[in-house]
């Protein structure tokens, strides 16, 4: 079993900052993907950043240049720093990993339950 926590959403004002974070634990061999998704009401989900285990990152173009995602393979955390917010910004983010378990032959899909950010214009 395997269990994503998310936690640091909140409400910011325009042009603000907020950290989130997400740490993995459970039945884990390997992770080889951490990273966050985003959806607001009545909009698919979209990708904000990822982080693959040599460091090599993708962000989407909504972002690039104001989120910045990094991880801690010790701690199996990966952390989303999000500057100069826009009310567009707002939505659910949603933790994901793609994880190895113990005696698993194939990487599976993890998502944490979301945690809401709020961007006030």
């Known amino acids: 079993q395997v269990q994503l926590v998310e936690s640091g959403g909140g409400l910011v004002q325009t042009g603000g900052s907020l950290r989130l974070s997400c740490a993995a634990s459970?039945?884990?061999?390997?992770?080889?993907?951490l990273g966050w998704y985003r959806q607001a009401p009545g909009k698919q989900r979209e990708l904000v950043g990822v982080?693959?285990?040599?460091?090599?990152?993708n962000y989407g173009g909504s972002v690039k240049g104001r989120f910045t995602i990094s991880r801690n393979n010790f701690e199996n955390t990966v952390l989303l720093q999000m500057n100069s917010l826009k009310p567009e910004d707002t939505a659910v983010y949603y933790c994901?990993?793609?994880?190895?378990?113990?005696?698993?032959?194939?990487?599976?899909?993890?998502w944490g339950q979301g945690t809401q950010v709020t961007v006030s214009s």
């Open positions: 459970g039945n884990i061999f390997n992770i080889h993907v």
């Open positions: 982080i693959a285990g040599d460091g090599s990152t």
């Open positions: 994901y990993a793609e994880i190895l378990e113990n005696s698993a032959y194939r990487y599976s899909d993890y």
